[in-house]
């Protein structure tokens, strides 16, 4: 048993695009914490992540860090700037999360979610997202 699954569309393939690395920091009874991270220093990237490995879970809502700063900040100045991140929750309803990472950019993304509401499948497939 799974409680994510990856997909990478550019490809169109299962598994993580190039350049993306995913961490599983923390799995709970309805929720999972994953960390994200683009080490592309110049390219996007977009990945989906399933809920559950045949889509059996559904994903409620996620809550992630996002930055809200200008980075680095002025060329001037001898240190760049600490980040500033907001907190966002938006709701969700289906079985998949398309993230796009900018360059050089990480996110950590706590996932609520139903468990065993979807009937399994290997394909990716989506319900309702």
């Known amino acids: 048993m799974a409680q994510v699954r990856y997909f990478d569309p550019a490809r169109s393939r299962p598994g993580l695009p190039n350049d993306v690395a995913a961490r599983v920091e923390k799995i709970s009874a309805d929720s999972v914490t994953l960390w994200l991270v683009n080490l592309n220093p ?12 045949l889509g059996e879970h559904e994903f409620v809502s996620a809550t992630f860090d996002r930055r809200v700063s200008d980075y680095p900040g002025s060329q001037k100045a001898y240190a760049a700037p600490a980040l500033q991140m907001q907190r966002t929750t938006a709701p969700l309803s289906g079985n998949r999360i398309a993230v796009r990472l900018p360059p050089g950019h990480e996110m950590r993304l706590q996932a609520q979610m139903r468990r065993f509401v979807n009937p399994p499948a290997y394909g990716l497939r989506a319900s309702g997202a």
């Open 42 to 53: 110049l390219t996007a990237r977009e990945v989906i992540v399933q809920a559950g490995a």
